[in-house]
């Protein structure tokens, strides 16, 4: 089975943990079939055959035709159906790398790193033009403006993702007191 990165697990979490599930539990296979439905209306259309014939209990038909994400996710599915405990412990690693990867942007946004704060500035009218406001993106600006505290970037940002944002002050923390 091939290595399953964290960030697809945790990108891909749904489709994941519902196909797993039911290869463990067909009283599950409604949630999946709906969650590959949603997947194939986004045009992952191998990949949803690859995953219809898994839940069919059949081979998968035509693996040349799926690419390296499809195989991945199939991968995935694989690893989680056989470890279910797998799946959170990869959203977890996940959580923790972005937290990482988003400390250090912050604080070079703090400093002034021009790349930094257009990078975290266009996340953020990213996360606007998707209607989105209170969003992980927005908590991310308060943090660069110098906002520490969990509870209050949760209230002033409640479409924001809690987890993350705690990861991230943890490292900040860490970093800062170098």
């Known amino acids: 089975m091939s290595d399953v990165s ?6 891909h979490h749904e489709l994941i943990a519902a196909v797993s599930q039911a290869l463990r539990d067909p009283a599950a296979l ?8 949603h997947y194939r209306e986004k045009g992952w259309n191998a990949l949803c055959a690859a995953l219809s014939a ?7 038909v035509n693996p040349e035709g799926l690419d390296d994400e499809d195989l991945t996710l199939l991968a995935a599915v694989d690893k989680a159906a056989a470890d279910p405990a797998w799946l959170a412990e990869a959203e977890k690693q996940a959580e923790t790398e972005a937290a990482e990867q988003m400390a250090a942007l912050i604080l070079a946004g703090t400093w002034g790193e ?3 704060l257009a990078a975290l500035t266009e996340m953020r ?3 606007d033009s998707a209607g989105l406001t209170g969003s992980t993106a927005h908590a991310f600006i308060a943090m660069v403006e110098g906002e520490r505290q969990l509870e209050r970037l949760q209230a002033d940002c409640p479409n924001s993702q ?7 002050l943890d490292v900040l923390s860490h970093q800062e007191a170098r």
Do not use: C, F, K, N
């Open 114 to 116: 021009r790349d930094a």
């Open 162 to 168: 809690a987890g993350l944002l705690a990861a991230t």
């Open 30 to 37: 409604p949630l999946a079939r709906a969650s590959t439905a």
């Open 6 to 11: 964290s960030q697809v697990a945790a990108v």
């Open 125 to 127: 009218e990213a996360a």
């Open 54 to 60: 898994r839940l069919d209990g059949l081979p998968v």
